[in-house]
């Protein structure tokens, strides 16, 4: 489709394009498709920008990275159609696995969105196989052995819950990225950056390359500064600040 760039929402409409045809290609679930539909709601309802509340916590997930032994990143239909090179990007300058965790299993889904990681210069992408999450019954208990067992911290972007609180179980710590600052896993989430994956992840890079230079001790300090609850709070607020503003004008 033919999105003018004059187009005032431009952007969204582009990132909607983008989960349609991951959709087309095999890489995105149909269920993915309402679920773009849900962050584009709370990012409407948000401003559509990324706010200090999302740099906070932006800050914090890198330092956290680059602290961690053997950070893992996952990816599922939604994030390898929106922000595939930037996951593998991520991957390369942390030395960390990409793992596909699907929460609708199919595996020709898994071998598309492999592909095309592969296709944007991912040199591994792990696949699930020879672990298990306890606790858990859907089909994002599978995990790679390789992985997600060993990892001690996972990024789970535009995650559908349960997962979450299972790995946070397992004794590791979880960042996701999740528009929706009311949802289970932004809810339980270590650190919860509340922004578009598309407008985050690039920010995340950007941070995670000037925080390279810093300390562990400098790392830990930014780390012992983070407070999620606070970040979630001011994420709501925003919402209601904004709603209420527009309803009086
Ligand atoms: O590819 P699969 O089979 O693993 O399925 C992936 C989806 C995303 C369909 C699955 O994990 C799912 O159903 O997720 P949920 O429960 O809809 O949760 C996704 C969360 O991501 C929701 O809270 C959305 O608000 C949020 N979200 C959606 N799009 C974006 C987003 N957050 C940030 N950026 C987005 N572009």
């Known amino acids: 489709m033919n999105i003018p760039k004059s187009h005032p929402r431009y952007k969204s409409l582009l990132s909607r394009e983008v989960v349609v045809s991951g959709f087309k290609n095999g890489l995105t679930s149909l269920a993915?498709?309402?679920?773009?539909?849900?962050?584009?709601?709370?990012?409407?309802?948000?401003?559509?920008?990324?706010?200090?509340?999302?740099?906070a916590a932006l800050d914090a997930a890198a330092s956290l990275l680059l602290l961690s032994k053997f950070p893992v990143i996952?990816?599922?239909?939604?994030?390898?159609?929106?922000?595939?090179?930037?996951?593998?990007?991520?991957?390369?300058?942390?030395d960390a696995p990409l793992e596909i965790n699907l929460f609708h299993p199919e595996k020709e889904r898994e071998r598309a969105i492999s592909k095309h990681l592969k296709y944007l210069g991912a040199k591994k992408v792990l696949t699930p196989g020879g672990g298990l999450i306890p606790f858990l019954r859907s089909n994002r208990r599978m995990i790679s052995r390789e992985g997600q067992k060993k990892a001690d911290v996972v990024l789970v972007p535009l995650e559908d819950g349960d997962r979450t609180e299972a790995l946070i179980k397992m004794g590791k710590k979880v960042i996701t990225i999740d528009l929706n600052p009311l949802s289970r896993t932004a809810q339980k989430a270590d650190i919860t950056i509340v922004d578009h994956i598309v407008r985050s992840m690039p920010i995340l890079i950007k941070k995670i390359t000037a925080l390279k230079k810093e300390t562990p001790e400098a790392l830990r300090s930014i780390l012992g500064q983070y407070d999620n609850e606070t970040v979630l709070k001011d994420a709501i607020f925003q919402i209601n600040q904004r709603l209420t503003k527009l309803s009086y004008e």
Do not use: K, M, P
Request: proline letters at 0%; a negative charge; charged letters at 20%.
């Open 32 to 55: 993915g498709l309402t679920a773009h539909g849900r962050g584009e709601t709370f990012d409407y309802l948000l401003g559509e920008e990324t706010f200090f509340f999302a740099h």
């Open 74 to 94: 996952s990816v599922n239909g939604n994030t390898a159609a929106l922000a595939g090179r930037e996951l593998v990007e991520l991957s390369e300058i942390l």
